[in-house]
């Protein structure tokens, strides 16, 4: 979004917007795009795929966002650490809340940690970094599997989400 060339349309015709940034840069855009005097009429954001979204957006509705989780999109058994089923339920009873998709990813980069250091002995960087570079295996987070040498995570499924009813929704 720079200048006058943002949006790339005549004021009457339907456009579709994505934004990939930080948090607090996809919901000023969000916001940006939705105070225009020809709003996109699809909105998908990275930040939609979080709770905290609805909070710092006027009007969420409709808009998607996409993630790495959402309660019940994950249908694996994990290797590591505990499943998704007997965290929330666990979560849950502690705090009477639901947890969000920053803390589940915690959760799995914990699990994943814990089961490193156990089994190299250590927490020294190196030997950490070769086995968790080691592993392709599955958490409450869904795959995990990364390249030793860029530490891209190379094992994954995107979660396609939308605020519906003021509420987050597989889409």
Excluded at 2 to 28: I, N, V
Aim: with cysteine; proline share 8%.
């Amino acid at each position: 979004m720079h200048g006058d060339t943002w949006p790339p349309c005549t004021p009457s015709e339907s456009w579709a917007f994505l934004s990939a940034g930080t948090f607090e840069q996809d919901t000023a855009t969000v916001r940006r795009a939705q105070n225009l005097s020809n709003p996109p009429s699809t909105v998908c954001a990275v930040a939609a795929g979080v709770q905290e979204f609805a909070s710092e957006i006027e009007h969420p509705e409709g808009v998607y966002g996409v993630g790495q989780w959402f309660p019940g999109a994950v249908t694996n058994s994990p290797e590591i650490g505990p499943s998704e089923a007997t965290f929330l339920a666990a979560y849950t009873d502690h705090t009477n809340r639901r947890i969000d998709y920053p803390g589940v990813q915690a959760v799995a980069g914990a699990a994943l940690a814990a089961y490193c250091a156990r089994r190299v002995g250590t927490t020294a960087l190196e030997p950490l970094w070769a086995e968790a570079s080691s592993l392709d295996t599955e958490t409450l987070f869904g795959g995990f599997k990364i390249d030793p040498v860029t530490g891209a995570q190379v094992k994954h499924k995107p979660v396609l989400v939308r605020w519906t009813d003021g509420c987050l929704t597989l889409a």
